[in-house]
């Protein structure tokens, strides 16, 4: 089930359109076997949005100054 969240960049109502235009660009790709649910439309709208929250809190933490230096990390790396 789908729950609305003030950042989502569409509206609950959009997502019937949505999941169209989709099918409509899978079929003009002869994909048309592929089936889209709502349900996996849902789950693919929820990992972006957890995306979106991740890439908002890592530039949060750019922004203060919570990184780790290129050297470190390089290290860290090769050692792997």
Known sequence: MLHA????????????PLSKKMQQALTSLKLEG???SAESLAKW??????????????LADVDTGR????EKVKAWADSL
Do not use: F, G, Y
């Open 34 to 36: 592929i089936a889209l």
């Open 5 to 16: 969240h003030k950042n989502w960049p569409i509206k609950i109502e959009q997502v019937e």
């Open 67 to 70: 990184v780790t230096d290129h």
């Open 45 to 58: 709208i929820n990992q972006e949005e957890t995306r979106r929250q991740m890439t908002l809190e890592a």
